[in-house]
């Protein structure tokens, strides 16, 4: 392969062998004219060029350093010295064959040989005519070809020259602000008269790609020509002023910086005349001062005098000098030492949880036994909890009173809604506002390295292209890990295994289960009326008398009438709409006051809670709902705890067409069709009158009112079963019995999650009696004592012992 040789300005022979491939240096044949008398042979020796691409009426110099391509020469300098000069379509090949080269080259005489010490040879080419290439007549030792002529078409026109003027007119410009064209080239453009010429001359003198290079070779019509050359010209000149414009902006900003540093200068001097400190040294030095006082670890130590250190060296308008800044604030302003005394008495723990939250015995609880261990062992890792419950049931509130009690700080960080993994870890501080992530913000906003963290919501994290912040959660949440914990912002390790985590959720079903497993969950349930009496009377009564500006001497609110709101104004497992409505009655006796209606205190029974609040919201119609046979009542678990549900079924003539609505998911509308698969297996046991074609000729339509509300879950099987058995056997179910489990094909009853929320929903529906599986007899323990004095539990191991409980005149005496 051969390259072209030039320093850009001539054909200078004598450059550096050494050097990469060269920009091609052609003259034109007017200024070194070599006269080719001999006609062009039928066949020539093939010169394969590297990258670039030779003209005709052009003189070229070439370095030659493959052993075959020397040869090649040392025949065609013995011969009549014409060679044919031929572009590789592969550049990247060394020994490029018949395939790898163009079909149109360049006929040329080898004007000038020199031999350099190297082995290597420098020939000066000068191009005669466009040829064509034919079939190869040798590959060995080097390539030969046939040639034709391609001789130019040139038909004098306007068009032509207008074109000839405009190409040299648009070079001469780009020749004025392009360095490396020089001047003289202006001069012999302007001279040459002849368009094809003229064309060569241009298109051998631009920096263009070789394949442009090429295309304007391969083209026979000087017009077409001259008009493709009119086109590249035109977008080499934008080029060129684009950058020209550019490189003035540049300079123009180089000039501004050096005008500022030397007035910076000039006021740094002035200020030392006049005896005052420069501004940039004294935030320096003040920083050092923040990081001798902050008793950073080793690694947070080297790493803060290493920015520091940049920092000196840097100007304040440099765009580093605030973003090194920001980064050592933050390393000094994080409690790395710092921390708070644990309050070990277990007695005073005891009295400030008993103090803020009525109930919760296995909360407080465990929480005692932590400050047990604590005292035992000092070095012992704080407990990961997770509080899972109903919305309202004092989850965080709960948080705030263990920080109380354990006389640490508090801090609460919400992630309900997080979708960027940057927000838990931070960002690197390559990116343009970096910030650390709000695990270590939190650190810093509590002055301490052993707060308690409440992560509120951690079932409502979420992932999407950002990242998944509950994985950035696993090292945060694991006391095997957590102790070098960190932050992308920081870039350093900070020990978080001092800090006790709480976290919250309504939920488990979204958390991921590997952080589930870093977690300790403790169950919340929602409140009986009884509790919810309590917390009312204790807590919420006294709070919202004095948010409302009232004093306890100018109002009272009777046992009967928070009884009335709890059970006809509100359905919740926890107490938020419970304050809300003692919120209202606080703010409408307040008015009364302050307009003077109000003179001595105001005693507000159930009576008038029901005027102030207005009409009823809920009511206890279990009664009204399962007084026809084909209803039954059922209980189900959500979100918010424990809801009463209620099932019926209808029939009517048909084909045996079974319809189930009520938005019901997959699992319970398959519950659905086991309890219909068993009714009509046992059709002569529930129902012996009924004819056993009963169900071949009448359509069965199960539904779930509350149509708007999506549900799902086994559980309620029994209830399914309940209510088909009621209407085949036309027995209407008993309106004090509700009830719950999941059924199988053989009458089975299995057991089901969520005792107590549905228990208590039970209970504030008015209903006496719940059936439940009997291996759910140990979950019924959890319910409070005196709620379960209050309930009778009957425990079911098959669908017969469901029917006979549920149904009124018990189970027919035929059986099967």
């Not at 919305?391 to 109380?404: A, D």
């Not at 001595?600 to 809670?609: F, T």
Request: charged fraction near 30%.
């Amino acid at each position: 392969m051969v390259e072209s040789e030039g320093n850009g300005r001539g054909g200078a022979f004598g450059a550096d062998p050494d050097a990469a491939t060269l920009e091609v240096v052609e003259t034109p044949i007017a200024e070194q004219a070599i006269q080719l008398e001999e006609p062009l042979p039928q066949a020539l020796p093939i010169l394969p060029l590297r990258e670039m691409v030779t003209f005709p009426e052009t003189l070229t110099p070439l370095a030659v350093g493959q052993q075959r391509s020397i040869q090649l020469v040392d025949d065609v300098l013995a011969g009549n010295r014409m060679l044919a000069m031929v572009a590789s379509t592969d550049p990247e090949k060394e020994e490029p064959g018949p395939d790898d080269l163009y079909k149109v080259g360049v006929a040329g005489v080898v004007a000038r040989m020199l031999k350099v010490p190297d082995g290597t040879i420098r020939i000066l080419v000068q191009g005669t005519q466009r040829v064509g290439i034919g079939a190869f007549v040798q590959t060995e030792p080097y390539l030969e070809a046939r040639v034709s002529e391609m001789p130019d078409q040139l038909e004098q026109s306007q068009e032509l020259q207008a074109l000839t003027r405009n190409v040299q007119s648009t070079f001469s410009e780009i020749i004025e602000q392009i360095p490396y064209l020089p001047e003289e080239l202006q001069m012999a453009v302007t001279n040459v008269d002849d368009p094809s010429t003229l064309s060569h001359l241009i298109a051998g003198a631009l920096r263009i790609p070789f394949a442009e290079k090429q295309e304007l070779l391969e083209e026979v019509d000087v017009g077409k020509r001259l008009r493709r050359l009119s086109e590249i010209l035109a977008r080499e000149l934008e080029v060129v002023r684009l950058g020209t414009q550019i490189q003035s902006q540049v300079q123009s900003e180089i000039d501004k910086g050096q005008r500022e540093y030397l007035l910076r200068e000039q006021l740094k001097a002035i200020q030392t005349e006049l005896g005052e400190g420069d501004e940039q040294q004294a935030e320096i030095n003040e920083l050092r001062e923040r990081i001798e006082e902050a008793s950073l670890p080793e690694n947070a130590r080297k790493a803060a005098d290493r920015e520091l250190a940049r920092l000196e060296r840097l100007p304040p308008a440099a765009a580093e000098y605030g973003v090194i800044r920001t980064y050592l604030e933050w390393l000094v302003d994080l409690p790395w030492s710092e921390r708070t005394e644990d309050n070990l008495d277990i007695e005073h723990a005891r009295e400030v949880l008993d103090e803020d939250h009525y109930d919760l015995e296995k909360v407080k609880d465990r929480i005692l036994e932590y400050l047990a261990v604590r005292k035992l062992n000092p070095e012992s890792h704080g407990p990961i909890l997770c509080f899972v419950g109903p919305p309202g049931v004092g989850k965080t509130s709960l948080g705030r009173s263990i920080s109380k009690a354990l006389g640490r700080k508090f801090e609460r960080i919400s992630v309900g809604g997080v979708r960027d993994e940057a927000e838990i870890r931070g960002h690197r501080r390559t990116y343009i506002g970096a910030m650390p992530g709000t695990i270590v913000r939190a650190l810093r906003d509590a002055g301490s390295r052993n707060p308690v963290f409440m992560i509120d919501e951690i079932d409502k994290m979420g992932a999407d292209f950002r990242g998944d912040p509950a994985s950035a959660m696993l090292e945060v949440l694991d006391p095997a890990q957590n102790d070098s914990f960190r932050d992308h912002y920081l870039d350093l390790e900070f020990d978080l295994s001092g800090v006790l985590f709480i976290a919250t959720a309504n939920i488990l079903d979204t958390v991921p289960a590997a952080l589930q497993d870093r977690m300790e969950v403790i169950q919340l349930a929602g409140y009986t009326t009884d509790e919810k009496l309590h917390i009312a009377r204790r807590y919420l009564v006294p709070r919202q008398i004095k948010e409302n500006g009232l004093k306890a001497s100018q109002i009272e609110i009777t046992d009967s009438a928070l009884k009335a709101i709890i059970e006809e104004y509100t359905r919740e497992a926890g107490v938020r709409n419970l304050e809300r409505e003692i919120g209202t009655i606080c703010r409408k006796v307040a008015r009364d006051v302050a307009e003077g209606k109000a003179k001595d205190r105001v005693r507000i029974s159930a009576k008038r809670a029901r005027e102030l609040l207005g009409k009823r919201r809920f009511f206890a119609e279990q009664r009204r709902r399962t007084k026809d046979p084909g209803v039954s009542t059922g209980l189900a678990w959500t979100p918010a705890g424990g809801e009463v549900l209620f099932v019926e079924a209808t029939a009517m003539p048909g084909s045996g067409k079974l319809t189930i609505t009520g938005q019901l998911g997959e699992v319970m509308r398959e519950s659905a069709q086991a309890a219909l698969s068993y009714v009509r297996r046992n059709l002569d046991k529930i129902a012996p009158d009924m004819p056993e074609d009963w169900f071949e000729t009448h359509d069965i339509h199960i539904h779930v009112p509350a149509g708007a509300v999506p549900k799902d879950g086994p559980s309620a099987g029994v209830a399914m079963v309940t209510a088909l058995a009621s209407l085949v056997s036309n027995r209407p179910v008993s309106n004090q019995v509700a009830m719950t489990g999941e059924v199988t094909l053989t009458g089975q009853v299995l057991p089901i999650g969520g005792l107590k929320e549905k228990s208590l929903a039970a209970q504030r529906a008015g209903i006496k009696r719940i059936i439940v599986p009997e291996r759910n007899e140990g979950d019924v323990a959890e319910i409070p004592e005196h709620e379960r004095e209050e309930l009778e539990f009957v425990y079911a191991n098959d669908v017969d012992q469901v029917l006979e409980a549920a149904l009124d005149g018990g189970p027919p005496t035929r059986g099967r």
